[in-house]
Structure formats: C-alpha cells, structure tokens
C-alpha cells in the first residue's frame, strides 16, 4: 500500500493552501502497474483523498514520461509529484493504522529522494522503492504531516543504514520518543517479534553481502576487462 500526503500551492499565493493524505492499496497499485507496463503515452487517473478537513477531495494524476511518473493536482492546484518507483516500491507493504507520512532522502553517491511511512509503534521505516542500494550511505527522513509535529527537531529524523527496498529503515528511540504523542502506548509483544525478525534478516543480508564480497578477493586476477559492464 502507498500511503502520502500531498501538499497543495497556490501559485498565484506563493504558499501551500492544504494538504490531503492519499491512499492507494494494493488492487490499484497494481493495476497503474499493469497499465504502465502496457505501452507509453500519457495516461490520467483520478483517485480520492481526505483533506486537512477530514472532507474526501479528487486528486488528478497524470503521467510524465520525462519524469517517470505522475504529477499531482488538486483542484486545479499543483500537489505534488509520485515516482514510478514509489508506485513499485509500495505495492506489497504493509502501512500501520497510525503511520506518518516521510520524506526519505537516500544518501549514496548522489541523494535520492522516495516517500515512505513510519510506524510509531516500533519505529520502522518503510521506504517506497524498489531500487537496491540507494541508502548504503545512509538516510534522513522528514515528517510530511508538519501539523503534528511537537517541535522543529520532531520532524527531521535520521535514520540507520539499509537495504530499504528489502526491509524497513529503523529510527533511533530516543528520536521516537520525541514524536510520539503524549500517552502514546509501547508496542505489543507481537510488534516486538516482528522487530527481532527483522533485526534477524538485516543480520543474514549483511552476512550475505560480506560473503559475496570474500568470494571476490578469492577470484583470480585476469587483468582489466574491456568495455563498460
């Protein structure tokens, strides 16, 4: 499931006018999928979202070949643009009934921006990419529902490395803390052995990649190859 907020500018005020959470599950993620994957050209789809209100409010999205994906509007305004990735990237994960709404920055040679959604509960992460090694430098995220934020530290969070389009990114505690609400309850024993499982498979995933990696040093040298791989 994709879950986001979109934020919607006034060109003519200069500023943002509202902010509507959108939520795509799984069903359509896969048919904007399947849609895509059957031939180019523009293509526009219209989805429902619920506003700062609370009221149910039309998104317009249309695809950008350029781009690779769709440019958001709402009501005529702007709000925003969703990556082709992100739509990979989501179809398949879960979103907690509580999740927040991020912006993830994914830092390796170059920064790479992707939505995603944290869990309050136990602080994961998840990223919507489907892009290996976008984050082998680390991460930061930005809290996307700014009128819920405590303070100006609560919406910037850094997160620890990973393999985001495989597992979730964790938050450290102490940042957690500082953006739960008050009287927020610690997660249930199920929320902790779905923690421990993770922490398991980021183990066997890094144990897998230093392995590769002595499997390397162990080939013979042949001399340099020729032409780009």
């Known amino acids: ?5 979109l934020h919607v500018y006034d060109p003519a005020l200069d500023c943002m006018v509202d902010r509507v959470q959108i939520g795509l599950e799984d069903e359509t993620l896969k048919a904007i999928l399947d849609a895509l994957e059957r031939g180019p050209g523009v293509k526009q789809l219209e989805v429902l979202a619920n506003n700062g209100a609370g009221d149910a409010v039309r998104v317009v999205m249309t695809w950008s070949n350029p781009t690779a994906g769709f440019f958001c509007r709402v009501d005529g305004f702007p709000a925003g643009h969703i990556h082709y990735d992100e739509l990979k ?5 879960p979103c907690a009934p509580d999740a927040r709404t991020l912006s993830v920055c994914l830092s390796n040679e170059v920064d790479i921006w992707r939505r995603g959604v944290l869990d309050p509960g136990n602080g994961m992460v998840t990223v919507y990419t489907a ?3 976008l984050a ?7 809290l996307l529902d700014v009128d819920q934020a405590h303070s100006l530290d609560s919406m910037y969070l850094k997160l620890e490395k990973g393999e985001p389009s495989i597992y979730p990114l964790r938050v450290p505690f102490e940042q957690l803390l500082q953006i739960r609400p008050p009287g927020f309850e610690e997660a249930s024993p199920q929320s902790a052995e779905q923690e421990s499982a993770i922490d398991s498979l980021q183990r066997l995933i890094s144990q897998m990649q230093q392995g590769a990696s002595l499997d390397e040093l162990d080939k013979p040298k042949t001399g340099p190859a ?4």
């Open 226 to 229: 020729s032409g780009l791989r």
């Open 131 to 133: 892009q290996r090694d």
């Open 1 to 5: 499931m994709l879950y986001t907020s």
């Open 89 to 93: 990237g989501a179809y398949g994960k």
């Open 136 to 142: 082998y430098l680390g991460a930061d995220a930005y």
